[in-house]
């Protein structure tokens, strides 16, 4: 049976990934870390995961590398793209190509738990959109 890791933060600055570790914590999520798209590609393969933090910073990859690589994982995976003052550009540029979500880098607990309470809609959303048979009524 696989892992229940609910989160990935992916990034490899230590500061930060402690921090949102720290905030997910007190909202009862499980995460794990990664340092690339190709270990978060391994862990997401691996655990059931629902959401991964991806710093925009990241130096072996990007937001696009991330979606192709985790792609063909699990459509319920949700990419929220933590992103830096200096790329306001990018931030716009990658909402709208598949993105969950995206917050400032430094992500302020109400950032985090407003991703959170978002991902447990479209969870609890997805799992009502499964598929009824409607019965048949003779008039």
């Known amino acids: ?16 990934r402690h921090s949102l570790a720290h905030t997910l914590d007190a909202n009862g999520m499980d995460y ?9 590609r391994e862990i997401a393969g691996r655990e059931s995961v629902e959401l991964i933090f991806w710093d925009s910073h990241l130096i072996d990859g990007t937001y696009q590398d991330l979606a192709r690589s985790i792609g063909s994982l699990d459509s319920r995976l949700k990419i929220v793209v933590v992103s830096h003052l200096d790329d306001g550009d990018r ?20 950032d985090i738990e407003w991703v959170l309470s978002r991902a447990s809609r479209a969870s609890a959303l997805e799992a009502r959109s499964v598929p009824t048979r409607e019965l048949q009524t003779h008039a």
């Open 91 to 110: 931030r716009l540029a990658t909402a709208p190509n598949g993105a969950f979500a995206v917050i400032p880098f430094l992500c302020q607990p109400t």
């Open 1 to 16: 049976m696989a892992t229940r890791s609910e989160a990935v933060i992916l990034s490899t600055d230590w500061e930060w």
């Open 32 to 40: 794990i870390f990664a340092s690339s798209v190709e270990d978060c």
